[in-house]
């Protein structure tokens, strides 16, 4: 989508385009009532300023849509083929690692009661593996400070590829 159409679209129609990035009804609502923007960067700036921060209740809703990492995201929403897309960088998995990974989001949910959120894109399986048992020994607190900026990564890189496209 070119910035002139989301500059352009209805409101709802607005809305329903950055859905996918991330389904945060206050998150959208400050991007769409911002338009227009000048440049793509403006827009990213603006939505980097809605997500900060996010609130509790809206980092759980999120994540209740957001599948475990190395696990492909289930159906044909926009939002699932996204997080498809950004873990398909991950390449064919090490058993061994996919194990790891898989025993790990258990912990991680077992300790913190979500699931693990992490931006995969451009990060190697070993990599999120390294940070996922680094962030296992975190408190809750600390945490919940990780989730939301990776949220915030995802999200943002969601809407740069959107309007880039």
């Not at 959208?28 to 939505?47: K, Q």
């Not at 990599?127 to 990776?150: D, F, K, V, Y």
Request: hydrophobic letters at 45%.
């Amino acid at each position: 989508m070119l910035l002139e159409d989301f500059n352009a679209a209805a409101p709802a129609d607005a809305a329903a385009a950055l859905r996918p990035c991330l389904d945060i009804e206050r998150w959208i609502a400050e991007i769409v009532e911002a338009r227009p923007f000048g440049s793509t960067g403006s827009l990213i700036d603006a939505a980097g300023r809605a997500a900060d921060p996010f609130t509790g209740e809206e980092v759980d809703a999120a994540l209740a849509h957001h599948p475990r990492i190395g696990e492909r995201a289930a159906g044909n929403s926009a939002e699932a083929r996204l997080s498809q897309s950004e873990q398909a960088g991950l390449g064919v998995p090490d058993p061994a690692v996919a194990a790891a990974i898989a025993k790990g989001n258990r912990s991680y949910e077992e300790k913190f009661g979500q699931v693990f959120l992490i931006r995969a894109a451009g990060r190697s399986r070993e990599e999120i593996l390294a940070a996922l048992n680094t962030r296992l020994s975190h408190t809750p607190e600390e945490e919940q400070a990780i989730i939301g900026q990776q949220l915030r990564e995802i999200a943002l890189l969601r809407l740069e590829g959107l309007i880039g496209a």
